[in-house]
């Protein structure tokens, strides 16, 4: 009789670049999830803003299943009907004329990044190839998406990295006043840095980048890995700050836990990716597509978005009462359901300290860099989960707080 994997055979048979806590969960409804020893947790993590309509949402499901009875896979040699569903659906519920599919965020970017300087390259010339990105962005693992994003650590000993990407500090529009110029072809930003402490933009300043961008000719990039699909409020955080990108990159939620991504961008820079300059085997995947167009549809409605409001209010609401109670946090923001309280001075550094804490309790949630508790949970957790999960919280800080 074959034994379950253990958490062991992660050390023996997995490269070493993740950590991953000892618990492995193995079923999930809902913002529910179960571990092997059929312990219950509640999930405020969501996949890293993945799962937005939790787990095994019933539309996915049927979705996924339906698809898995009529095609799963044919490469761009041909296209096929969830791709061409999907692709309509974006571009009628955005700015974008066009939509490019992968698999990852990182993906999505990187396809962001080439565009950008092809276009610059066909309509400008080759000098025109510099990227303006920000300190502290996360823009995804690959070579070029490590490079571009703003924290020296993940490009670190992979080097020679790509050139001519400059870093300017984020919220601060004279910086990139300093570094923008006419050989700049983009400006690549998050409208709320994720993975760099939950920092929402300035509305000032994303409306200032526009203007800088207009004025050297230069493309603006929107990386909405993490702030898309529902997560902000809007489908899209642009939508909040109404100011438009000329590129916009999209994956996490898009599939709610079916690896996917999207590139979207307008008729005018789209041709620049012509026949043969780029792909991937399995961009616009049937399944892929398929779950995610049920993805986009569930969540683009009044009643999702109008309840992601409702839900963040609640989140502030019970993360300031434990703060009342307990004094650990400095600040809590965020927008929509991505929420970061970052710690306070007498506990700098220590909001990884509460994730073990909260497991023990019975709750899931994330960090975002040494100094920031992250929350991203399903876009459709009920009240009573949210309150629960609260409970559990408090719990675990309460204990943070007494060893300190
Ligand atoms: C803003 C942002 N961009 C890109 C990525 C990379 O996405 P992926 O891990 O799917 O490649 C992430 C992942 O955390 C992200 O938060």
Known sequence: MSQSPTRDDFDRYMVPNYSPQRTIPVRGEGSRLWDQDGREYIDFAGGIAVNALGHCHPALVSALKAQADTLWHLSNVYTNEPALALAKSLVERTFADKAYFCSSGGEANEAAFKLARRWAYDNVGAHKDKIVSFRQSFHGRTLFTVSVGGQPKYSEGFGPIPGRIE??????LDSVRALIDDETCAVVVEPMQGEGGVVPADPDFLSGLRMLCDEHQALLVFDEVQSGVGRSGHL???????????????????????????????????????????????GGNPLACAVALAAVETIDTAEVLEGVMHRHALFKEHLEAINREYGIFKEVRGLGLLLGAEMAPAYEGRAKEIL?????????????????????PSLVISEAEVREGMARLERAVARLVQDA
């Open 236 to 282: 899209y955080a642009y939508m909040h700050y109404g100011v438009t990108p000329d590129i916009l990159t999209s994956a996490k939620a898009l599939g709610g836990g079916f690896p996917v991504g999207a590139m979207l961008t307008t008729d005018r820079v789209a041709p620049s990716l012509a026949v043969g300059t780029h792909g991937s085997t399995y």
């Open 356 to 376: 073990p804490l909260a497991m023990e309790e019975g709750l899931m949630a994330l960090v975002a860099g040494p100094n920031v508790l992250r929350m991203a």
């Open 167 to 172: 870093h300017a500090v984020y919220n601060d």
